[in-house]
């Protein structure tokens, strides 16, 4: 059989160049905390980790949306210093700086009461603080410093925290994982650090599969409240993340700094979780670095893994199930 003369008239091949690229654009046209306009006017948010990399990506974000916005940081320095930029970059006056050390649950418990005591409500929490590269150790209170920074310290941050979140409806609690989920273990036996996961940089991978089982197991117990939870991935962003490796892998990862995403891109899946319309509603899921709904690793859908992970945790902490 022939073709029919149109198909090699040159027009066709024009239009499947067009359509190409239009294919390659809309691709390329990732979720834009600028085209979103979402805005935080009256509400109020609280990001953990906010003085450097992707947590002060989100904060400032969060307060061009003219939230109240404070920054949960360890150093008073490193806070004000970031608030003042934020507050620059913004001409928002409302940002403030409140002291959380996340891997100290006396930190965390001081840091809720002066939250519940002077704020009249709480909007979307960002729970972004967190490190790697730290030999294993245990901090005065017994724990892993690093799962405690990561993990436990944060997840009694959001317990203490829900109720004023519940009053405030809808609400959103956001928390930074990692895709090196995927490579961690769930042992609670880690927190205390009784036992430590094998490999390389395990700790790290084994507290971001934590966060991800925490936000599952506590989707399920805020259904009906209004208040949702979801975890992301950033993606592979240039940050201080790496402070603590050796020389070698700080070498390795400026060598390709150039070619992963900067903080402010980093950023983008976290501010999107925290404020698009589309994630509206959605509670227990993972997002990927492109914003994506993601299927996280096996161990990190495994409920009764959660569960364990959750009454282990909530003893830990002290906060009665
Ligand atoms: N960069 C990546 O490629 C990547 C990939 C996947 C996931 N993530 C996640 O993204 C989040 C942010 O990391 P980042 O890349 O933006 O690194 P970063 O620039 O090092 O920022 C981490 C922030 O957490 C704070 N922090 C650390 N320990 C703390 C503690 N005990 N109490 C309170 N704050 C503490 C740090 O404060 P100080 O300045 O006081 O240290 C800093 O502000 C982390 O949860 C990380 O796991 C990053
Ligand atoms: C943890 O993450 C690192 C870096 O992505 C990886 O090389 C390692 O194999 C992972 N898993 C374990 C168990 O160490
Ligand atoms: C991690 O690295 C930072 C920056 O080099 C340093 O100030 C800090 O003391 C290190 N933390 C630990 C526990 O070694």
């Not at 970059?89 to 939250?115: H, I, K, M, Y």
């Not at 519940?116 to 960002?126: A, F, I, P």
């Not at 790290?204 to 934590?210: E, F, G, I």
């Not at 495994?302 to 959750?310: E, M, P, T």
Request: aromatic fraction near 8%.
């Amino acid at each position: 059989m022939e073709l029919p003369g149109f198909c090699s008239h040159p027009l066709w091949f024009v239009l499947a160049l067009l359509l190409g690229m239009l294919l390659w654009a809309t691709r390329r046209r990732a979720w834009d905390p600028r085209r979103c306009p979402t805005d935080l006017t009256g509400k109020t948010v609280i990001v953990t980790g906010a003085n450097s990399g992707i947590g002060k990506c989100v904060a400032m974000d969060l307060a061009r949306r003219n939230a109240r916005t404070i920054l949960a940081c360890r150093s008073r320095e490193r806070g004000q210093a970031a608030a003042a930029e934020i507050r620059a970059a913004t001409g928002n006056p409302n940002v403030v700086l409140r002291l959380l050390d996340s891997s100290s649950l006396a930190s965390v418990r001081a840091f809720a009461g002066e939250v519940l005591r002077e704020e009249k409500r709480l909007d979307v929490l960002v729970n972004n603080a967190g490190l790697t590269g730290l030999p294993f150790a245990l901090t005065p209170e017994g724990l892993e410093r690093t799962f405690a920074t990561n993990y436990l310290g944060p997840f009694l941050l959001t317990n203490l925290l829900l109720d004023l979140m519940k009053a405030s409806a809808p609400a959103r609690i956001v928390t930074v994982s990692s895709f090196r989920h995927s490579a961690g273990t769930a042992d609670t036996r880690f927190l205390t650090g009784r036992a430590r996961p094998g490999g390389f940089d395990p700790v790290y991978n084994s507290t971001k599969l934590m966060n991800i089982l925490f936000t599952a197991e506590l989707a399920q117990r805020l259904q009906g409240t209004g208040v949702t939870a979801n975890s992301l991935n950033p993606g592979v962003v240039s940050t201080g993340i790496m402070r603590n490796f050796s020389w070698a892998m700080r070498g390795l990862f400026f060598l390709i700094s150039p070619f992963i995403k900067s903080a402010e891109q980093g950023a983008v899946s976290t501010i999107y979780c925290a404020v698009s319309e589309e994630v509206s509603g959605i509670s227990g899921k993972y997002f990927g670095s492109d914003c994506s709904l993601t299927l996280p690793s096996a161990a990190a859908r495994d409920a009764g893994l959660a569960r364990k992970l959750w009454e282990e945790s909530e003893r830990l902490t002290g906060l009665s199930p």
